[in-house]
């Protein structure tokens, strides 16, 4: 008699299929579409870092490293937040360098989360956070920002009610994607008071924290948790080399958290991907030293691109756009939209136009759309105008 057929672990199916992925990859088999449907622009990484990282090679950085990282990379790491907020980290004992911003965030909820246990997600969200819980064979509970006037907001009340004794864990992301919202120092002394009340790990994702509208020049951060935690308090911070400096492929990040989980994930990290690549280590030092200028640069483009699609989303009939504070996405809401994958995958079909359903992103993310607003000026005009030939159309809305 035949063995049963194995199949794969329950965690693992838990897991659902990103749908910015699956219309990615319908847009993937056609010609000429204006691709805005992921997080990143057109703009290859600059020199001094690629020349950074074959200076790195040559000079022998082509053997493994240590598995929090390169202690030079995790100092530069701990300059960085002196300098870009004030707050003395430890580098030794409190950073990990991670293979990516989405390793960050897996090995420190891995770190955090036993099966059974529950997260909760602040949403509209990037799914990969409740992805991630899902993997950890624990559930994400996720709570929408509501939208207020022309801002998000975080409900507290909501978040009240959303505790239970299996609650481990809270996670946000600041700047979000896909909202751009960010979170004030009001809204921060909230979480924080929260996560310390119930006695939850607070997991913020700042990847976007240097792609920022608000501070008084272009390249200031937005501000981290890292200013109003102590040392002592259950935060870790998710960050990445990916969005600052252009290095989406590089698979470069690190996480900064209380030494005690800092330790753990090092030693997790060995079981998972060892360390991250340690001539990539090397340039991400090259990038946080020399990134400044070519930064800035980036931000007030980024700012111009954001300012040209409000004013086109505005002239868009039943079409209603918070205007974000940070990161590189619009999330506008559409009047009669109940399906936006549909919505999407017609507009894609129909005008060559790959923009993300609302609904990749959870709760509260159904009848939006995301764009992303990181490619050039050219490919944006024409995309707006092609979205709004397609809102014309009285059949668009699904
Ligand atoms: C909110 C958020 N966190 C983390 C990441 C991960 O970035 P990476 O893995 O490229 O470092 C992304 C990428 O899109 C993101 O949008």
């Known amino acids: 008699m035949l063995a049963m057929a194995p199949k794969v672990s329950g965690s693992a199916q838990a897991v659902p299929h990103s749908r910015i992925r699956e219309l990615a990859e319908m847009a993937m088999g056609m010609e000429g579409v204006l691709k805005l449907y992921f997080g990143e622009s057109n703009v290859p990484t600059p020199e001094y870092i690629k020349r950074a990282a074959i200076k790195a090679m040559t000079d022998g950085y082509t053997f493994y490293t240590e598995n929090a990282g390169l202690p030079t990379t995790r100092r530069a790491v701990a300059r960085h937040y002196k300098e870009l907020h004030g707050v003395e980290l430890d580098g030794e004992k409190e950073i990990v360098i991670t293979a990516s911003g989405v390793q960050a965030l897996n090995v420190s909820i891995r770190c955090v989360l036993d099966p059974g246990d529950e997260a909760i997600v602040l949403t509209p969200a990037w799914p990969n956070g409740s992805a991630i819980v899902r993997m950890a064979n624990a559930t994400p509970v996720e709570i929408a920002h509501p939208l207020a006037g022309d801002r998000y907001r975080v409900d507290l009340e909501a978040l009240e009610a959303a505790v239970s004794p299996r609650t481990k864990l809270l996670i946000y992301t600041s700047p979000s994607n896909p909202l751009g ?21 607070l997991l913020a994702d700042e990847v976007y924290e240097r792609l920022y509208f608000r501070g008084g020049r272009p390249g200031e951060p937005a501000p981290s948790i890292l200013r109003k935690a102590s040392r002592q308090d259950a935060v870790i911070v998710v960050q990445s080399f990916s969005k600052s400096y252009c290095m989406t492929g590089w698979r470069l990040g690190w996480l900064a958290a209380r030494s005690d989980l800092a330790a753990r994930a090092t030693r997790l990290n060995e079981f998972i991907v060892s360390h991250a690549p340690s001539f990539t280590q090397r340039a991400g030092e090259t990038a946080l030293l020399w990134g400044e200028k070519t930064l800035a640069e980036m931000v007030a483009r980024l700012k111009e691109n954001r300012d040209l699609c409000l004013a086109a989303l505005g002239n868009m009939p039943g079409v209603k756009t918070p205007k974000p504070d940070g990161a590189f996405y619009l999330f506008p809401k559409i009047e ?19 923009i ?9 993310g159904e009848g939006s759309v995301r764009i992303c607003y990181a490619a050039e000026r050219t490919i944006l005009e024409e995309a707006l105008r092609r979205l709004k030939r397609f809102l014309e159309q009285p059949a668009a809305r699904v």
């Open 181 to 201: 919202w960010v979170a004030t120092e009001e809204e921060q002394d909230g979480l924080l008071e929260f996560c310390r009340r119930h006695g939850l790990w």
């Open 336 to 354: 009669g939209v109940t399906d936006s994958f549909e919505f999407c995958r017609k507009l894609l079909v129909e005008m060559q136009v790959g």
């Open 356 to 364: 993300a359903p609302g609904v990749a992103f959870g709760a509260g």
